[in-house]
Every structure is written in C-alpha cells, then in structure tokens.
C-alpha cells in the first residue's frame, strides 16, 4: 500500500543541491527563474568549495612560518583601530538619528493630542450632551404622555 523510502531516495548526494526544498517556500511565479538559475548557482557553489579548499590549504601550509603568524598579528593589532573608529561613529551615528526621529515623533503626537483636545473634545462632548438630552427628553414625553380615555 505504501511506497517505503530507501536511503538513496530521500537523501541528497553531497553534491547535489536540491531548489526543491527552496522552491516549496516560494510562490509558484517564481519556480521557473529558480530552475533556469539553477546552473549557475551549481557552477558557483563548485567553485566556492574549490577556492575555499585551495584557500583553508594555503594557510595551513603558511601558518607553519612565524614570519607569517608576526604579520597577520600586526596586521590584526592595526585594522583593530580602524574597526573601532567605524564602530564607534556608526554607533554615534544611529544614537543621534535616532533620538532625532524619537523628539520629532514625541512632537507629533504632541501636537495631535493637543488639536484633538481642544477641538474635537467639545464637539464630541457637545453631541454626547445633545443625545443624552433628547434620550432624556423623549423618555420624559412617553412617561407623561397624556393617556387618552379608553372608549368600551
């Protein structure tokens, strides 16, 4: 009745990159660009493992050289400047934008609040009072309404 799953038909090769699992998260309009880029995502992933390889090899044949150790260590010890620097000004930078954009909206609703109380609160008020009043008044006029004898 089912169909039992072997290894090799649920598993991926380690080579293999399935858009399968991608493309049932997308809407249906964009399968066919996912297919049609779906060579090139393989060639640049071969390539990416290729020079990542080539990469990870060279520097464990380099890493054996003190001289090369000294070099990155100098190296690190002066971009560390540099980094905190740019660190240090994005950090400003998104501090003083933001209590910027926080006083700008804290006196936008500070000027809403203030229009919609002093304008809109009497008129709201006003026809609350006036409903309230006619509620009032047609209660008191069906309560007292003059009851007409009852001819039999």
Known sequence: MYETLS???H???RDEQSTDQIGSLLPAFVEPY???A?????TARKYGQVYGAAAKEAVRVLWQYPDVRLVLYIL?????????IFVLYAATTLFVSTCITSLLWI???AVGLT???LILAPFILGAAFISVGAVVAYELYTYW???EPVED
């Open 11 to 13: 598993t991926l090769d």
């Open 34 to 36: 996912i297919k049609l």
């Open 115 to 117: 229009l919609g109380i």
């Open 76 to 84: 690190a010890a002066l971009s560390a400047l540099p980094v905190s």
């Open 107 to 109: 006196f936008l609703v």
């Open 7 to 9: 290894k090799e038909s």
């Open 38 to 42: 779906e060579p090139y995502w393989l």
């Open 145 to 147: 309404r003059p009851t």
